[in-house]
């Protein structure tokens, strides 16, 4: 069966520096955009990162953007958010996230259209 499976997260001071990955298996890794949510505690979930199948398009939430940035290794099956400059608001579970797309350079910022989602690794930033 598909799954999912973020690691990386942790605790780390504000302005410090975390990489979460997300190691997928039983399906066609090359097949799928990638996507990351986050969730933190009373508030709903939150689009972060995608990246396309071919790694060529990424697109970030605005509160990211020039601190964070996603990667894939499709030869691993693997994608990599590296998360520079963390601030307490960071402060979340952060889901990995799979969606079949035919196009290779497309992408969702909509949870709903992915199609298999991990567990979640906890990130949590200290003032």
């Known amino acids: 069966q598909v799954q999912l499976v973020e690691s990386g997260g942790g605790w780390v001071q504000a302005g410090g520096s975390l990489r979460v990955s997300c190691e997928a298996s039983g399906l066609t890794f090359s097949s799928y955009a990638m996507g990351w949510f986050r969730q933190a505690p009373g508030k709903e979930r939150e689009f972060v990162a995608a990246i396309s199948r071919s790694g060529i398009s990424t697109g970030y939430v605005d509160s990211v953007k020039g601190r964070f940035t996603l990667s894939r290794d499709n030869a691993k099956n693997t994608v990599y958010l590296l998360m520079n400059s963390l601030q307490p608001e960071d402060t979340a579970a952060y889901y990995c996230?799979?969606?079949?797309?035919?196009?290779?350079?497309?992408?969702?910022?909509?949870?709903?259209?992915?199609?298999?989602w991990g567990q979640g690794t906890q990130v949590t930033v200290s003032s």
């Open positions: 996230a799979a969606k079949y797309t035919y196009y290779s350079n497309s992408y969702s910022t909509q949870g709903a259209e992915y199609n298999y």
